[in-house]
């Protein structure tokens, strides 16, 4: 597949990085010429330095034999421009284009991307995805990653294994036998940084970082099992009130559950927005760093802080500020990774990377066969796929234990028509399975080749 992805910066440099891994050709374009000399000088990739919504531009990309564009520069209308000129000019095929502003997001203007008005086919919004995966971790406090599958019956939650969780130095194939009915299924395990995917006599050590697959139902079980709380989040003080925050808060009056939260926003004219926009949620004005303000936040009563400004920094000593005053439990919004390594450190219980959410939403669009969800794992070192088993697939019909799956990868979940299961090695896959698996980076080509339908099919 040719591909010409505009923007090199860290999302543009991640996706640029699957899809050159996975043979194909791949053509990055950016303004700047260091992102694009950064990119080639890294990545099997071809650069162009220049601005991608100029034509002549895309024409030396290569645009008059590309099957799919893909839009990621900093700026909404630029994005939007390049997928007009790539349509208009040079029928490509597939166009995707990141937009940030709330306002091209608004389901009343949902036509202004029909072919014949702006032609995207798929509008990726970063707000939303982050403001989607913070929801994600307030209901599951105690776990620093996830991410629900299968049409939300099944989640994959990361979890730090404490010195007391009771399965430590246990062989995963003993879990099953300790716990008959359980439906957990671990499938990515972390240990002095680096991920790998386990085999069924692996243990389990304190410290290590492990990825399980969990139906909803046994969610609060499975936190139990690997020693983990599962209280629920009643009070959460949210720390930044734009799109990202707004958009928190909001869902938070919606949920049945009535959480209440507080809203704290530094910009005077944004915090008055918010004001204006929530009807159950109290927006304070001013810094959320202020100890002062906090306390008038009811930081100490708190169940959890949620800090989303634009400012990584912040959020962090943010975040920090309302653990010393009592808070149990802080989730920041990060956009640099070489920051996550200051989690731990800092007693900060989850972060979410917008970079890591954006990459997920467009490899989403980019899979081959019936692939319905994408979910990127760390630094890319692995990806969660869903996708749906077609006759022609070369798993269709087969047991388990009798595919040929590479070592780094597992299956986490599968769905046989109604009915959601935790996968052995006696399970049958068949024609119309949705299954969820667990595929380390260097795995993830040939996940697609066992998914991916054949000619004869067509």
Not at 49 to 58: K, N, T
Not at 106 to 130: G, K
Not at 441 to 449: L, N
């Amino acid at each position: 597949m040719k591909v010409i992805i505009c923007g090199a910066g860290q999302v543009g440099w991640q996706i640029a990085r699957h899809l050159s891994g996975e043979n194909n050709d791949v053509t990055v374009v950016d303004n700047n010429p260091e992102l694009v000399r950064r990119a080639t000088d890294t990545l099997d990739v071809q650069g162009i330095a220049g601005s991608a919504s100029y034509p002549d531009i895309l024409t030396r990309a290569g645009a008059r034999d590309a099957d799919m564009i893909i839009a990621a520069t900093y700026s909404d209308e630029v994005n939007m421009v390049i997928c007009q000129v790539a349509h208009s000019v040079f029928s490509i095929p597939r166009k995707i284009a990141r937009l940030r502003s709330q306002s091209y997001l608004d389901a009343i203007y949902s036509d202004l991307y029909r072919r014949d008005h702006m032609p995207i086919d798929v509008v990726i919004s970063p707000e939303r995805e982050v403001a989607e995966a913070a929801l994600k971790r307030l209901t599951a406090p105690s776990a620093f990653d996830r991410e629900s599958f299968l049409d939300g019956s099944v989640d994959m939650l990361g979890i730090i294994l404490d010195e007391d969780c009771p399965v430590l130095n246990t062989p995963l194939r003993q879990l099953t036998d300790l716990f008959s009915t359980l439906s957990a299924t671990v499938v990515g395990v972390r240990r002095e940084g680096s991920l790998f995917a386990p085999e069924a006599g692996d243990q389990l050590f304190a410290g290590d970082e492990i990825y399980v697959f969990t139906l909803r139902d046994d969610l609060t079980r499975t936190l139990d099992v690997f020693g983990k709380s599962s209280k629920k989040q009643e009070r959460v003080v949210i720390v930044g009130g734009g799109n990202v925050g707004l958009a928190v808060a909001h869902a938070l009056e919606q949920e049945k559950s009535r959480i209440r939260a507080r809203v704290i926003e530094m910009d005077r004219d944004v915090a008055e927005i918010a004001a204006d926009a929530l009807e159950r949620t109290i927006v304070l004005n001013g810094d959320g760093m202020n100890s002062d303000l906090l306390a008038e936040a009811n930081i100490t009563s708190a169940d959890a802080v949620l800090t989303v400004t634009d400012d990584d920094k912040v959020n962090l000593l943010t975040a920090v500020r309302a653990k010393a005053a009592g808070c149990p439990m802080a989730i920041c919004l990060i956009n640099d990774p070489t920051l996550t390594s200051l989690m731990q450190p800092l007693n900060i219980d989850a972060y979410i990377n917008p970079r890591v959410t954006t990459v997920s939403s467009i490899l989403r669009h980019i899979r081959h066969g019936r692939v319905r969800e994408i979910y990127s794992i760390g630094n890319a070192e692995a990806e969660v796929i869903e996708a749906q088993v077609l006759s022609t697939s070369p798993i269709c019909g087969h047991n388990i234990r009798d595919i040929d799956f590479p070592e780094g990868v597992l299956i986490g979940a599968l769905r046989k028509g109604d009915k959601v299961m935790r996968p052995t090695g006696g399970t049958r896959i068949d024609e119309g399975d949705v299954i969820a698996m667990f595929a380390m980076a260097a795995d993830v080509a040939e996940v697609e080749r066992l998914l991916q339908v054949s000619v004869d099919f067509f």
